[in-house]
């Protein structure tokens, strides 16, 4: 009886482990969507003038729930226009700058449905014939995002994503499993005695 008793707990202890090893390979790291770089850099000086503000993320991003506000001197608003996006590359046209600092702000909704926020700052010094007068009126009630700004395009790139599977739901699968397969030895254990 002792024999059969230890056959029985091993088979099921067998299939518990084979259960698992099966499950948990099979959860890869799938890494959100993030922002990689930004045209201006993130704290950089341009000194010519623009007509569009360019963030690339590691992802694509949906174009129809994403929006970019360009916040300048005196709280202006700089975007003008609707933005575009191709794959992970949106793209905001915007008016002629002014000498100042401003803030790209951004949120974006993942292909995977995930909305990632941020924002990013740079400065314009130009040439006084390149700087218009000012002329865009103040940005009315515009909430730029409080997330931290996205580190340099080196620091990104060593730091690499963070990643979260979207296969989570095996791991509860394969738990579920294991205390099946312990409960079903300790009641054949407690009926064979």
Do not use: C, N
Request: proline share 10%; charged share 10%.
């Amino acid at each position: 009886m002792t024999g059969i008793r230890w056959r029985a707990t091993a088979a099921v202890a067998a299939v518990a482990a084979a259960t698992l090893s099966v499950l948990l390979p099979a959860v890869p790291a799938q890494a959100h969507t993030e922002l990689t770089t930004s045209s201006p850099a993130h704290r950089s000086t341009i000194t010519r003038q623009i007509d569009r503000v360019t963030l690339t993320f590691s992802g694509p991003v949906k174009a129809k729930v994403s929006s970019v506000t360009v916040i300048g001197p005196d709280r202006v608003a700089f975007q003008t226009g609707a933005l575009s996006v191709r794959d992970g590359v949106v793209t905001q046209p915007v008016l002629p700058l002014r000498s100042g600092a401003y803030t790209i702000a951004y949120r974006v909704v993942s292909g995977d449905g995930h909305p990632v926020t941020g924002s990013v700052t740079f400065t314009a010094k130009l040439p006084a014939e390149q700087s218009p007068s000012p002329s865009p009126s103040p940005a009315p009630a515009v909430v730029v995002p409080s997330a931290s700004p996205v580190p340099s395009v080196d620091a990104a790139s060593a730091a690499g994503p963070v990643g979260e599977s979207s296969t989570g739901w095996l791991w509860p699968v394969g738990a579920a499993a294991l205390l099946i397969a312990v409960g079903g030895v300790l009641v054949w254990r407690r009926r064979a005695s």
